[in-house]
């Protein structure tokens, strides 16, 4: 990367960090759309890449999260998420439509979604690798207590081949607050690659709660995933969960397909 677009992606992530700060979280959340730990990687430079991201919680929360908030119980989740390769360092994202089918709801569009993720280019060939994504939501009134949320995504992680391990220090918030309300919804990921083509996972997603005061353990949620990937002209990721928490879903499935379009 030359000088002048190290600078350009520096300029980049402080202009979206310190809109991004002055966010807080959304009140409770509904289902989630999507469950991925991310690795850095992006789309290559001039592509466009499609995910279709599925979920089905089997066994789930039964209580709504909010009034008139989807049940998870029994609910398929996900969306659709396009992305554009613009730079080694950048890629721009768009989640439309979000969705879900329920049993109490029927199908419903749960709204879209904005993204920009900054990497450190060609994070599949570095040892050490890192970035950070943004995201800025529009939500239906079933999906999220709050009409607008946002989510900051550090990204950090180690390719120590065949193993991988990430973590990622999400922060979740809405607009309508200040930066020690921000919530702490950690996720991350150790994978052995069997293969070029195949690998097994295990992941873990927590919701802490807000920064400034997390919540007791019994009100969090906990999650730990058995994952595959397989790599391909289309990739597949899939899995599942297990809540630990009285707070968590108790079983979840996800399956995910990716594959570029040009």
Known sequence: MTHSSRKSCLVGLLTVVAAAALARP?????PTDEIQVYDAGITAPGKFNLTLHTNFTPDGIRVAAFPGAIISNHSFDGGFEWAYGARPWLEFGLYLPLYSA???DGATINGGKLRLLFVSPHADERTFFYGANFEFSYNSARWDASRYTSEIRPIFGW?????DFIFNPILDNSWA???AALEFNPA??????INPRWAVAAEQYSG???LRQFLPGGQQVQQVWAAFDHYGTTDIEGGVGFGLTTASDKITLKLMFSRDLN
């Open 102 to 104: 329920t049993s109490q």
């Open 159 to 163: 390719h120590i081949h065949p193993w």
């Open 208 to 210: 802490l709660g807000p």
């Open 188 to 193: 991350a990921r150790v994978a052995y690659h």
């Open 26 to 30: 959304a009140a409770a959340q509904g």
């Open 177 to 179: 607050g200040g930066f």
